[in-house]
């Protein structure tokens, strides 16, 4: 079936690194899609979103990148600091009158100092 | 706080009781979602309102399960007879218009003994 998936489950960087969290998804129909940073024991954070009308997005320390032609979308954070170690999922946004999310497994980033 | 609330955040209960879970969305958003999330795993979508009208149900969503959104504010997710496999996040997240934007409350976490 369709799905949003990602490339690895976990990833260690120093802190004052960049950190690329990458994510694959399936359905070419998905035209927006969300990346969300999820703390223990709290609901996902809205970090930023892209449409599939865009390759680019930039916000506070944190771009997104989309690649329709691989279905490739990633998460750069620069200057990584100790408060970014959480779960980063990405999402898909499901076609549809409800357009429902899509989530990935999630990735547990550490930030090491 | 204007964000997404719900209520309780965490609830015990016994196998086979019905639990009552609250969520109050962010002011003036019309879009209401309810998904669940298992450990280590990405949301699920289980239903959609918009307004008070309920447009769209997962098949996760089984007969135990209900959804209401009386007066197209707040929602109300009941479980009955609940089960062991229904231990669980119970994630709500509102949106507005036409805007694919959703942003989530803080759970609650249900643990069925």
């Known amino acids: 079936g369709e799905s949003v998936g990602l490339h690895l489950p976990t990833l260690s960087v120093q802190e004052g690194d960049n950190s690329i969290i990458n994510c694959a998804y399936s359905?070419?129909?998905?035209?927006?899609f969300i990346w969300y940073k999820q703390e223990s024991g709290k609901g996902p954070q809205f970090i930023i979103d892209?449409?599939?009308?865009?390759d680019k997005r930039q916000g506070q320390r944190v771009t997104v990148l989309l690649n329709k032609t691989v279905k490739h979308l990633s998460l750069q954070i620069a200057a990584t600091q100790p408060g970014d170690s959480a779960v980063y999922f990405c999402a898909e946004n499901k076609a549809g009158s409800a357009r429902q999310l899509t989530f990935g497994s999630g990735t547990q980033l550490t930030v090491l100092p | 706080d204007t964000g997404v609330s719900q209520d309780p955040r965490h609830k015990i209960t016994k196998r086979g009781q019905n639990v009552t879970f609250r969520c109050d969305p962010i002011?003036?958003?019309?879009?209401l979602y309810w998904y669940r999330q298992t450990l280590g795993q990405g949301p699920e979508f289980l239903t959609y309102f918009q307004n008070e009208a309920q447009l769209e149900k997962s098949r996760l969503l089984s007969d135990r399960f209900s959804a209401e959104r009386p007066k197209g504010s707040f929602s109300t997710l009941e479980i009955q007879r609940t089960e062991q496999g229904d231990s669980a996040m119970y994630l709500c997240a509102s949106g507005q218009g036409s805007t694919d934007t959703q942003y989530f409350g803080p759970g609650t976490r249900l643990t069925v003994l």
């Open positions: 359905n070419s129909a998905s035209d927006y």
């Open positions: 892209i449409r599939s009308n865009m």
């Open positions: 002011s003036e958003h019309n879009r």
